[in-house]
């Protein structure tokens, strides 16, 4: 079942980065971070879109692997990504992208391996997809694409072109 269709995508991801300009005019001391692996796509057209409403050197992004940050590495094995944050994120405002908000144990692990590198002094979190009843942490999203308010017992996946040739959110059966 689709969720968010190819079409319904583009005009969500300009909403988001309409809302990011509106709570961050002009994004004065505020930067942005993908979060490797599946985050990154989402940043990368939410900063395209930032990039159509401001010049280019006032939006700062970043991408933040978080592989070795996580609690469930060991039972499964995960191959680490590139971090690149050659910005300080000393006292920003600190906006974190990622697809999709399920429990909240990447988010928590996001936060964990941000401290590496300054702190902040403040962190909002952009996602496309917020599962609320799933949570296991108090997490929430300041921004959301598409808010799931029920239980389901469906997964959540997020194809983009840039790996599936097509941009969708569907439901799959667990």
């Not at 395209?48 to 401001?54: D, G, M, P, V």
């Not at 933040?64 to 920003?92: C, M, N």
């Not at 389901?152 to 059966?173: A, G, S």
Request: proline letters at 6%; glycine letters at 4%; aromatic letters at 6%.
């Amino acid at each position: 079942m689709i969720l968010i269709s190819e079409q319904q995508l583009p005009s969500i991801i300009k909403r988001l980065s309409h809302q990011i300009l509106e709570t961050h005019p002009g994004l004065q001391n505020t930067v942005l971070i993908g979060l490797q692996p599946r985050g990154v796509f989402l940043s990368d057209r939410i900063v395209a879109a930032l990039h159509q409403e401001l010049p280019a050197d006032q939006v700062i992004y970043g991408k933040l692997d978080i592989t070795f940050y996580r609690d469930d590495i060991r039972r499964e094995l995960h191959v680490a990504t590139q971090t690149d944050l050659p910005f300080s994120i000393e006292g920003k405002t600190v906006i974190l992208i990622d697809d999709v908000l399920f429990t909240g144990r990447t988010i928590r692990a996001a936060l964990d391996a941000l401290l590496a590198f300054g702190r902040p002094s403040k962190v909002k979190l952009c996602v496309l997809v917020d599962r609320k009843p799933s949570r296991e942490l108090p997490i929430q999203p300041d921004f959301s694409g598409k808010v799931m308010d029920t239980l389901t017992p469906f997964k959540v996946k997020v194809k983009w072109k840039e790996n599936e040739r097509v941009d969708e959110v569907i439901l799959l059966d667990q």
